[in-house]
């Protein structure tokens, strides 16, 4: 069993900046992927980016690309999200998960391949 705690969410001005936090406990993946996907009402899961535990290879969406940059520090077992220049659009939550088998990249960006998930931290970007 793997436990994802997200933090760092709350309410900025448009072209703010905040960082989101994911620790992670229980079982020790360093070789998984991590990753960060969005989620607004009534729309469907956005991945937003990903990066290996072993090597720290990171994949971001195009959306954030320039933006958003993912990080990890393995001996902390925490995978941070920085994201600069905030959108009113980046507003939703916020969701840190953990794939616990090594799988090719293209899957990285699908969701259903995930298998925790923490409980989501809200961005508000007002404008």
């Known amino acids: 069993q793997v436990q994802l705690v997200e933090s760092g969410g709350g309410l900025v001005q448009a072209g703010g900046s905040l960082r989101l936090s994911c620790a992670a406990s229980?079982?020790?993946?360093?070789?998984?992927?991590m990753g960060w996907f969005r989620q607004a009402p009534g729309k469907e899961r956005e991945f937003v980016a990903a990066i290996t535990w072993s090597v720290g290879r990171t994949y971001h969406a195009d959306s954030v690309k320039g933006r958003f940059t993912i990080s990890r520090d393995n001996a902390k077992n925490t995978v941070y999200l920085q994201m600069n220049s905030l959108k009113p659009e980046d507003t939703t939550v916020y969701y840190c998960a953990a794939d616990t088998y090594d799988r090719d990249p293209y899957y990285y960006t699908r969701g259903s391949y995930y298998d925790y998930w923490g409980q989501g931290t809200q961005v508000t970007v007002s404008s």
């Open positions: 229980g079982r020790t993946f360093s070789s998984y992927v």
